[in-house]
Antibody, heavy 118, light 106 residues
Framework: EVQLVESGGALVQPGGSLRLSCAAS????????MNWVRQAPGKGLEWISY????????YSADSVKGRFTISRDNARNSLSLEMNSLRAEDTAVYYC???????????WGQGTLVIVSS | DIQMTQSPSTLSASVGDRVTITCRAS??????LAWYQQKPGKAPKLLIH???SLESGVPSRFSGSGSGTEFTLTISSLQPDDFATYYC????????FGQGTKVEIK
């Protein structure tokens, strides 16, 4: 069974930093492109970052470009999101999501909540 | 960037009703469209991909249609478990979601 378990969400002050992690199991992690998708409270879904199976290709949404960095450790079946210069508008539940052949998201974690507030 | 617009934002319906949700893309995305269902406090669940391909395990009362810029998700006979928020998502050029359609009890 595919499992994605996020961790690392917390309350952080504006301008602060945070690192989210996603532990994957139940599939060959290195074979799959992975993403972070977020959802602000009461709002819709927003894709924010992509990484290819080997980690060579990375894309980020304009809203987080230059502030957030996605990475992966295939030996540890782990996905990460390094978040810097956090803003109030970054407050959201952050999901890691497995991509199917570059297309749609077939598996999601349960999400981890990040609150940016003073 | 490709923008996705869903309508309506909220839909009130009764068990047994036929329900249709529309999703429009700001430019042609061929059939590169997926639909998801999300319940409160839960992660989204994939229902349909490539506009009309039903994901394994999803009830056949769900169907999708469309191509180019206009797409629909239809629930043929609404069941109690179907009250949720539905999102479309394009994957023609990166990944963009619609703003969601909440299906609530009438």
């Amino acid at each position: 069974e595919v499992q994605l378990v996020e961790s690392g969400g917390a309350l952080v002050q504006p301008g602060g930093s945070l690192r989210l992690s996603c532990a994957a199991s139940g599939f060959t992690f290195s074979n799959y492109e992975m993403n972070w998708v977020r959802q602000a409270p009461g709002k819709g879904l927003e894709w924010i970052s992509y990484i290819s199976g080997g980690g060579e290709t990375i894309y980020s949404a304009d809203s987080v470009k230059g502030r957030f960095t996605i990475s992966r450790d295939n030996a540890r079946n782990s996905l990460s999101l390094e978040m810097n210069s956090l803003r109030a508008e970054d407050t959201a539940v952050y999901y890691c999501a497995r991509l199917q052949s570059g297309n749609f998201f077939t598996s999601w974690g349960q999400g981890t909540l990040v609150i940016v507030s003073s | 960037d490709i923008q996705m617009t869903q309508s309506p934002s909220t839909l009130s319906a009764s068990v047994g009703d036929r329900v249709t949700i529309t999703c429009r893309a700001s430019q042609s995305i061929s059939s590169w469209l997926a639909w998801y269902q999300q319940k409160p406090g839960k992660a989204p669940k994939l229902l349909i991909h490539k506009a009309s391909s039903l994901e394994s395990g999803v009830p056949s009362r769900f169907s999708g249609s469309g191509s180019g810029t206009e797409f629909t998700l239809t629930i043929s006979s609404l069941q109690p478990d179907d009250f949720a928020t539905y999102y479309c998502q394009q994957y023609s050029n990166f990944w963009t979601f619609g703003q969601g359609t909440k299906v609530e009890i009438k």
